[in-house]
Nanobody, 119 residues
């Protein structure tokens, strides 16, 4: 019954900004964290950022730290990924996901949304 829908992707030039949104539904009381992952063509899926549901503690991959910001708006049932200073290396299919418990894996995933950084 957990549902995640990403939006906001698209084409942006290097150095530009883009904000991804993940609209969510489900029994959020049981959620431990939400995260953003990405998978570039020919590469494995990698962690980008996460936010703990209780307290809002955030974590970032070294490759995006200082450029990306994860946040959430409970009133809008949405988690965001604000991406700035985008580089061609950021080009990937981006997914949002739910980690239901501390010992759980990310077991609920959105459909993914494409971000392309190119001149």
């Amino acid at each position: 019954q957990v549902q995640l829908v990403e939006s906001g992707g698209g084409l942006v030039q290097p150095g530009g900004s883009l904000r991804l949104s993940c609209a969510f539904s489900g029994r959020t009381l049981s959620w431990y964290a939400m995260g953003w992952f990405r998978q570039a063509a020919g590469k494995e899926r990698e962690f980008v950022a996460s936010i703990r549901w209780s307290g809002g503690t955030t974590y970032y991959a070294d490759s995006v730290k200082g450029r990306f910001t994860i946040s959430r708006d409970n009133a809008k049932n949405t988690v965001y990924l604000q991406m700035s200073s985008l580089e061609p290396e950021d080009t990937a299919l981006y997914y949002c996901a739910v980690k239901e418990g501390y010992f759980s894996s990310y077991n609920y995933w959105g459909q993914g949304i494409q971000v392309t950084v190119s001149s």
